[in-house]
Protein backbone atom coordinates (compact mmCIF):
# COMPACT_ATOMS: atom_id res chain seq x y z
CA UNK A 1 0.00 0.00 0.00
CA UNK A 2 3.45 2.65 1.11
CA UNK A 3 4.89 1.55 -2.32
CA UNK A 4 1.19 2.22 -4.04
CA UNK A 5 0.69 5.42 -2.31
CA UNK A 6 4.43 6.51 -3.25
CA UNK A 7 4.04 5.75 -7.01
CA UNK A 8 1.37 8.02 -7.41
CA UNK A 9 2.72 10.79 -4.64
CA UNK A 10 5.68 10.46 -7.34
CA UNK A 11 3.84 10.74 -10.30
CA UNK A 12 1.66 13.91 -9.30
CA UNK A 13 4.94 15.71 -8.33
CA UNK A 14 6.19 14.50 -11.83
CA UNK A 15 3.39 15.82 -13.77
CA UNK A 16 3.13 19.59 -11.37
CA UNK A 17 6.20 19.96 -12.37
CA UNK A 18 6.67 19.05 -15.56
CA UNK A 19 3.08 21.60 -15.94
CA UNK A 20 4.88 24.48 -13.58
CA UNK A 21 7.25 24.55 -16.56
CA UNK A 22 5.35 25.27 -19.24
CA UNK A 23 3.30 27.83 -17.36
CA UNK A 24 6.89 29.66 -16.63
CA UNK A 25 7.26 29.09 -20.50
CA UNK A 26 4.29 30.62 -21.21
CA UNK A 27 4.52 33.61 -18.85
CA UNK A 28 7.76 34.29 -20.37
CA UNK A 29 6.70 34.24 -23.77
CA UNK A 30 3.70 36.48 -22.79
CA UNK A 31 6.31 39.10 -20.83
CA UNK A 32 8.43 38.82 -23.91
CA UNK A 33 5.46 40.02 -26.02
CA UNK A 34 4.56 42.58 -23.85
CA UNK A 35 7.80 44.31 -23.86
CA UNK A 36 8.08 43.60 -27.23
CA UNK A 37 4.47 45.52 -27.85
CA UNK A 38 5.91 48.34 -25.46
CA UNK A 39 8.91 48.90 -27.85
CA UNK A 40 6.49 49.06 -30.55
CA UNK A 41 3.98 51.77 -28.89
CA UNK A 42 7.17 53.93 -27.91
CA UNK A 43 8.10 54.03 -31.90
CA UNK A 44 4.21 54.86 -32.80
CA UNK A 45 4.39 57.69 -30.11
CA UNK A 46 7.92 58.63 -31.56
CA UNK A 47 5.84 58.56 -35.46
CA UNK A 48 3.32 60.37 -33.97
CA UNK A 49 4.07 63.22 -31.33
CA UNK A 50 7.84 63.19 -32.29
CA UNK A 51 11.11 61.66 -30.88
CA UNK A 52 11.44 63.70 -27.61
CA UNK A 53 8.28 63.41 -26.40
CA UNK A 54 8.30 59.67 -26.60
CA UNK A 55 11.70 59.41 -25.28
CA UNK A 56 10.69 61.39 -22.18
CA UNK A 57 7.49 59.96 -21.45
CA UNK A 58 9.35 56.09 -21.54
CA UNK A 59 12.59 57.28 -19.98
CA UNK A 60 12.88 56.15 -16.50
CA UNK A 61 13.88 58.19 -13.86
CA UNK A 62 17.13 56.88 -13.66
CA UNK A 63 17.31 56.22 -17.34
CA UNK A 64 20.89 56.07 -19.56
CA UNK A 65 21.45 57.97 -22.91
CA UNK A 66 24.26 56.49 -24.83
CA UNK A 67 24.83 59.03 -27.98
CA UNK A 68 28.28 59.41 -29.59
CA UNK A 69 30.90 61.55 -28.87
CA UNK A 70 29.59 61.97 -25.67
CA UNK A 71 30.00 60.47 -21.90
CA UNK A 72 26.57 58.69 -20.44
CA UNK A 73 23.67 61.31 -20.04
CA UNK A 74 21.56 59.72 -17.00
CA UNK A 75 18.59 61.13 -15.11
CA UNK A 76 17.55 64.21 -15.29
CA UNK A 77 20.75 65.00 -17.33
CA UNK A 78 18.91 62.90 -20.32
CA UNK A 79 15.46 64.79 -19.75
CA UNK A 80 17.17 68.22 -20.37
CA UNK A 81 19.70 67.05 -23.17
CA UNK A 82 16.19 65.46 -24.79
CA UNK A 83 14.48 68.63 -23.98
CA UNK A 84 16.85 70.49 -25.74
CA UNK A 85 16.53 68.22 -29.08
CA UNK A 86 15.32 69.65 -31.85
CA UNK A 87 13.02 66.92 -33.58
CA UNK A 88 11.13 68.89 -36.03
CA UNK A 89 13.20 68.30 -39.06
CA UNK A 90 12.97 64.46 -39.10
CA UNK A 91 11.07 61.30 -37.94
CA UNK A 92 12.12 58.37 -36.30
CA UNK A 93 10.85 55.05 -35.80
CA UNK A 94 12.62 51.66 -35.14
CA UNK A 95 11.14 47.60 -35.07
CA UNK A 96 12.15 45.60 -32.28
CA UNK A 97 13.69 42.29 -33.82
CA UNK A 98 14.34 40.33 -30.74
CA UNK A 99 14.30 40.97 -26.83
CA UNK A 100 14.67 38.63 -23.97
CA UNK A 101 13.13 39.53 -19.96
CA UNK A 102 14.80 38.09 -16.98
CA UNK A 103 13.07 35.70 -14.54
CA UNK A 104 12.09 38.06 -12.41
CA UNK A 105 9.88 39.23 -15.01
CA UNK A 106 11.55 43.32 -13.97
CA UNK A 107 13.76 43.72 -16.43
CA UNK A 108 14.34 43.36 -19.94
CA UNK A 109 15.86 44.23 -23.45
CA UNK A 110 15.02 44.73 -27.34
CA UNK A 111 16.84 45.45 -30.26
CA UNK A 112 16.38 46.38 -33.96
CA UNK A 113 16.73 48.17 -36.61
CA UNK A 114 15.60 51.79 -36.60
CA UNK A 115 14.83 54.43 -39.46
CA UNK A 116 15.39 58.01 -39.64
CA UNK A 117 13.61 60.00 -41.72
CA UNK A 118 14.73 63.77 -42.61
CA UNK A 119 11.53 65.51 -43.43
CA UNK A 120 13.56 67.81 -46.33
CA UNK A 121 15.26 64.59 -47.90
CA UNK A 122 14.20 61.78 -49.90
CA UNK A 123 16.70 59.40 -47.90
CA UNK A 124 16.03 57.43 -44.82
CA UNK A 125 19.16 56.99 -42.42
CA UNK A 126 18.91 53.08 -41.50
CA UNK A 127 20.61 52.14 -37.47
CA UNK A 128 20.86 49.42 -34.89
CA UNK A 129 19.81 50.02 -31.30
CA UNK A 130 19.46 48.66 -28.16
CA UNK A 131 17.50 49.45 -24.85
CA UNK A 132 17.50 47.98 -21.71
CA UNK A 133 13.93 48.10 -19.49
CA UNK A 134 13.02 47.87 -15.96
CA UNK A 135 9.11 47.92 -14.89
CA UNK A 136 8.77 50.66 -12.49
CA UNK A 137 6.29 50.93 -9.24
CA UNK A 138 3.36 50.46 -11.21
CA UNK A 139 4.54 47.42 -13.61
CA UNK A 140 5.25 49.92 -16.66
CA UNK A 141 8.35 48.92 -18.90
CA UNK A 142 10.50 52.02 -18.87
CA UNK A 143 13.45 52.12 -20.54
CA UNK A 144 16.98 52.46 -18.34
CA UNK A 145 19.13 52.41 -20.96
CA UNK A 146 19.12 53.71 -24.56
CA UNK A 147 21.86 53.15 -27.68
CA UNK A 148 22.36 53.07 -31.18
CA UNK A 149 24.38 52.82 -34.34
CA UNK A 150 23.94 54.55 -37.61
CA UNK A 151 24.58 52.38 -40.37
CA UNK A 152 23.69 48.86 -41.35
CA UNK A 153 24.42 48.31 -44.87
CA UNK A 154 21.47 47.27 -47.28
CA UNK A 155 19.29 46.01 -44.46
CA UNK A 156 16.16 47.51 -44.36
CA UNK A 157 13.36 48.45 -41.47
CA UNK A 158 10.81 45.15 -41.33
CA UNK A 159 13.08 42.68 -43.53
Not at 98 to 104: D, H, L, R, T, Y
Not at 110 to 136: E, H, M, N
Request: hydrophobic share 40%; aromatic share 10%; glycine share 8%.
Amino acid sequence: MNKILFSLMALVLMVSCKNYGKKELQADAFAKMDLMNTDRAFSKMSEEKGMKAAFIDYLDSNGVLLRPNRLPIAGADAIDFLIQQNDSDYTLSWEPRNGAIAKSGELGYTFGIYALRPSKKDTIIYGTYVSIWKKDIKGIWKYVLDSGNEGIGDNKLGQ
